[in-house]
């Protein structure tokens, strides 16, 4: 029991230094891909990739044990993990449904755990588990979630998330959870981060109405002739920190003027070359010479195609695009599991031969 309650609060301690950046994006061929990055400063945030069965017995931690509400998983699950298999932070079910957890600090407040209500009570952190796990569609998990079926709660008193939730239509939905009671809003922008909550975002993307594609225009200012110093001057005044507001922004306007792309990979290569945008390097969130020993706050980035059930991911130390079929699992017979994303943490190099 503390092993497992040390391993919780060790999470829970690197989350207030996470910030994460999701989109998505619908190809020509109307296939439909959620992407995002993960972040963490503080230290190395272990990532692994779970498989679920159909059948699994599972069981929530509480903020006091790991005696919370038990289920048995409906469909079989791929979810992408930090630090423990039971905390999926991003993930897809063989229906389609795909959720994914972002940091919220500040701006969200759970339940206090009640131990007389341990049987519904579920730990945020493992909210993605028990709804990959459970629903077909984002329809389900409002209904399930609005009808009081799970209490939420806090596995520490810093670890506060919020939630995207898309399926295989196209719809996706934010969950916040403020006071214990939760709100979903419709996503139609394709884009989430962090705190403060997702209204507040829509609304702050007023501030940037003069932002536009391609170039501003010549014009003169008195007899001073105004000319573009390079390309894309329409954007200039485009945030460009590493605040959820200014990621919000930032990613908005890059994913509204991303040429769609015919089919589903061809969205996935393009969700990766926009997240580059948004690794963070090392050394800008700490006092100089205070940084860790990792090569990057952006520990990994993933697309998932809701789609065609596909998982993709890189790490910082391995680039190479990784992919994992869920078509090619057998959710009756594969066994509960999970591995490291990077069995060795290097990168790999194709080396170039001159004869």
Not at 29 to 47: N, V
Not at 156 to 180: N, P
Request: net charge neutral; glycine share 8%.
């Amino acid at each position: 029991m503390k092993k497992i309650l040390f391993t919780v609060a060790a999470t829970c301690s690197v989350f207030p230094a996470v910030g994460c950046t999701g989109i998505s994006m619908t190809a020509k061929d109307g296939s439909y891909i959620q992407a995002r990055t993960i972040e963490g400063s503080q230290m190395d945030l272990p990532g692994q990739y779970v498989i679920i069965p159909r059948g699994q017995q599972l069981q929530s931690f509480t903020p006091v044990d790991d005696g919370g509400m038990k289920f048995k998983a409906k469909y079989g699950v791929v979810g992408l993990a930090v630090v423990r298999q039971e905390f999926i932070a991003e993930g897809i079910n063989e229906k389609g449904l795909s959720t994914g957890l972002f940091f919220f600090p500040h701006y969200g407040s759970y339940k206090i755990f009640d131990p007389s209500q341990r049987e519904k009570t579920i730990g945020d952190l493992q909210l993605n588990q028990w709804m990959l796990s459970q629903f077909a569609t984002v329809d389900e998990v409002m209904k399930a979630i609005q009808s009081g079926q799970v209490r939420i709660v806090g596995l520490d008193k810093i670890s506060v998330v919020h939630w995207r939730i898309g399926d295989a239509s196209g719809r996706q939905v934010v969950l916040e959870i403020v006071d214990g009671v939760p709100h979903f809003y419709e996503n139609k922008v394709g884009v989430i981060t962090n705190a403060p909550g997702f209204q507040w975002h829509l609304t702050n993307l007023n501030n940037y109405v003069n932002l536009f594609p391609g170039d501003a225009a010549h014009q003169m200012l008195g007899t001073q002739e105004l000319f573009p110093m390079g390309g894309n001057s329409g954007f200039l005044g485009l945030p460009g920190d590493a605040t959820p507001p200014s990621r919000f922004v930032r990613a908005a306007f890059y994913r509204a003027t991303a040429p769609q792309r015919a089919n589903a990979f061809e969205t996935v290569k393009q969700c990766f070359h926009i997240l580059n945008n948004f690794d963070i390097p090392i050394g800008t969130e700490h006092p100089l010479g205070k940084s860790p020993d990792i090569p990057s706050v952006t520990h990994w980035t993933s697309a998932i195609d809701l789609t065609h059930r596909k998982v993709y991911f890189k790490t910082a130390y391995n680039n190479t695009i990784r992919c994992i079929e869920l078509d090619h699992i057998d959710f009756q017979k594969v066994k509960y599991q999970a591995h490291p994303f990077d069995k060795v943490k290097e990168q790999p190099v194709e080396k170039v031969v001159i004869r």
